[in-house]
Each structure stands twice: as C-alpha cells, then as structure tokens.
C-alpha cells in the first residue's frame, strides 16, 4: 500500500485530488466503493461483486462535505464500512 494514503485500509487520494473533481473507484476483497465528488461535497458509493458501479445494485450510498473534516469522516465511513462487512 502506498505511504501516501489518506487510508489506513484503502490505497485512496489525498483531499486535494477528489476537491480538484477527480472520481475515484477501488476495491478490496469484494468491497468496491466510487467517490465522486463535486463542488463542495463527494459522494461514497459501495457495493459487492464484479460489476462496475453502473452496472451493480449500489447498496449504501453517503455523502460528506469536502473540506479537512468532512474527508476524515468520509474515510472513517468507509474503513468502518468495510470492517464491519468482513
């Protein structure tokens, strides 16, 4: 996993990255997630399987504001999310 990872769990982008408008999808062990962000706030969605995010049934779907507080919720969301799902 990279160093640089605002995850200590998921390999994702600085803050910086998802403000700048960059959608963002990964997986591990079955859990996918797409961050897709817009102006002042990004949208997590997860789901399972092999599908890609407009093809699966999105299962949980959140949204957070995008500034320092709002993302630190937003990866603590997620790690919880897939902890719990394991």
């Known amino acids: 996993m990279s160093t640089t990872s605002a995850s200590e769990i998921f390999?994702?982008?600085?803050?910086?990255?998802?403000?700048?408008?960059?959608?963002?999808?990964?997986s591990l062990?079955?859990?996918?997630?797409?961050?897709?962000p817009e102006k002042e706030a990004a949208t997590v969605?997860?789901?399972h399987g092999n599908l890609c995010s407009?093809?699966?049934?999105?299962?949980?779907e959140k949204t957070f504001k995008l500034d320092d507080e709002g993302f630190r919720e937003l990866v603590n969301w997620l790690e919880n999310e897939y902890e719990k799902q394991k």
């Open 11 to 26: 390999d994702l982008r600085n803050l910086y990255y998802y403000q700048c408008g960059n959608i963002f999808t990964g």
């Open 29 to 36: 062990n079955g859990f996918n997630y797409k961050i897709i």
């Open 45 to 47: 969605q997860i789901w």
């Open 54 to 60: 407009e093809l699966a049934e999105i299962e949980q």
